[in-house]
């Protein structure tokens, strides 16, 4: 699946049913105050909405330019965040220009090409000490195998969104040349129409070594 087609998709289902994902984000990545902080594949500002609220200087990506436009939105009723409308995977910033970065749900909506293409520029944009937080669904998630598997662990839904679904070994094996912090899982039960439903989220935190003398 191009990056072109993976877009328009994204385009057409926020088209289609606007804001998809909305609530309080289940935890914030620790970043520490003053940071400057990456947000990649914002979306329409789910995460954003809580972090323009803590002491960071935050920029969000975004390649959909629907999702951009609601992103900024939700940018405004903080302290203000820059959205800008680019590729994770050609991410328009220098090497180390980040304290923070967060992937909160971007990594698995790509093939596994494009999951190292993106882990690599996150890599590339975070300064040397700087911290890397990841979040996104694991294997026990209950839609995990909905949908046409288009790769190993990696499932095409109706709307033509790409999902993968980690494990905490794949997890921890994701950002080469950064040192692993912390791998956690976290479930939830979803009730819908009287049916009980595992939801699965693992995140983690890395850190780039800092530049030895």
């Known amino acids: 699946m191009s ?18 994902y909305g609530g ?40 959909s330019p629907r999702a951009a436009l609601m992103a900024r939105a939700t940018a405004r009723e903080g302290s203000g965040a820059g959205v800008v409308v680019a590729d994770a995977r050609t991410i328009p910033f220098r090497d180390g220009s980040f304290d923070g970065v967060a992937a909160n749900h971007i990594l698995a909506h790509g093939m596994a090409a ?4 993106i882990a690599r520029e996150l890599c590339r944009v975070l300064r040397p000490g700087g911290q890397l937080w990841f ?8 839609r995990n195998g909905a949908g046409h598997e288009a790769e190993p662990g990696t499932f095409v839904r109706g709307n033509g969104i790409l999902t993968h679904y980690f494990s905490d070994n794949e997890v921890a094996g994701l950002f080469l040349g950064l040192d692993t912090v912390s791998v956690q899982r ?4 979803l009730r819908v129409r009287g049916k009980e439903y595992i939801r699965s989220e693992i995140t983690a935190l890395f850190r780039k070594p800092p530049v030895t003398p």
Not at 114 to 117: F, I, L, M, N, Q
Request: net charge negative.
């Open 135 to 142: 979040c996104d669904f694991s294997t026990r998630d209950f």
């Open 114 to 117: 494009d999951r190292s293409r």
């Open 186 to 189: 976290h479930d939830w039960i």
């Open 3 to 20: 990056a072109d087609t993976t877009r328009d998709n994204w385009d057409a289902d926020y088209s289609r049913k606007g804001s998809l």
């Open 24 to 63: 309080a984000p289940h935890q914030l990545p620790p970043f520490p105050a003053g940071s400057r902080v990456l947000e990649a594949g914002c979306g329409n500002g789910k995460l954003l909405s809580a972090m323009v609220h803590r002491d960071w200087c935050v920029t969000a990506i975004d390649f």
